[in-house]
């Protein structure tokens, strides 16, 4: 990777209620079944994938980023007390000048699991845990129409900026401010 000290990489985190495990192939199966609400995709776009599809997307995921100097770093989240996955939270890891990282964060939690506070917990525990892993700065990109990402976004500390890229609002948190 493009200087001496490395980026970082997924790693076990854990946070109240949840365990972010970090992505394996093995999940897309159970993955499949927490994603497949078509309204999953009301402002991310795209429809659910099948198993298989998945499973190729998590093939590409776990072999990582292309680029030296890009990181996917990929969790899964489980919920502690049924044993059983939840969502996501995934954070594209970059240096910038004078190596400074910033990480893009995304989350997304099954239908059936929302509203019980579990994005806002994983994704603190995500912010936290980049954090101590020296990244500087976090971003996300949430629809200005999706209230329940918004709250996700403000509960991790991250405030809405006035930049916009595709149609959704860039959230920030820096250490530098």
């Not at 949840?18 to 429809?47: C, K, N, Q, Y």
Request: charged letters at 25%; aromatic letters at 6%.
């Amino acid at each position: 990777m493009g200087g001496a000290e490395p980026l970082v990489r997924a790693e076990f985190l854990s946070g109240p209620r949840l365990d972010l495990v970090p992505l394996r192939v093995e999940h897309a199966e159970e993955m499949a079944v927490v994603l497949s609400d078509p309204a999953l995709h009301t402002f991310i776009g795209g429809t659910p994938h099948s198993p298989a599809a998945l499973r190729a997307r998590y093939e590409r995921l776990v072999a990582g980023a292309p680029e030296p100097d890009v990181v996917w770093c990929n969790w899964v989240l489980r919920l502690r007390a049924r044993e059983c996955l939840v969502g996501t939270v995934q954070a594209t890891v970059t240096r910038e000048a004078a190596a400074r990282r910033v990480a893009e964060i995304a989350w997304v939690v099954g239908t059936p699991w929302q509203g019980r506070g579990f994005a806002k917990e994983a994704v603190r525990v995500l912010v936290a845990g980049l954090g101590q892993r020296s990244v500087r700065t976090i971003v996300a990109h949430v629809h200005p129409d999706h209230a329940a990402s918004a709250a996700v976004a403000a509960a991790a500390g991250l405030t809405p900026t006035d930049e916009e890229h595709d149609g959704e609002r860039r959230w920030r948190l820096s250490a530098d401010d």
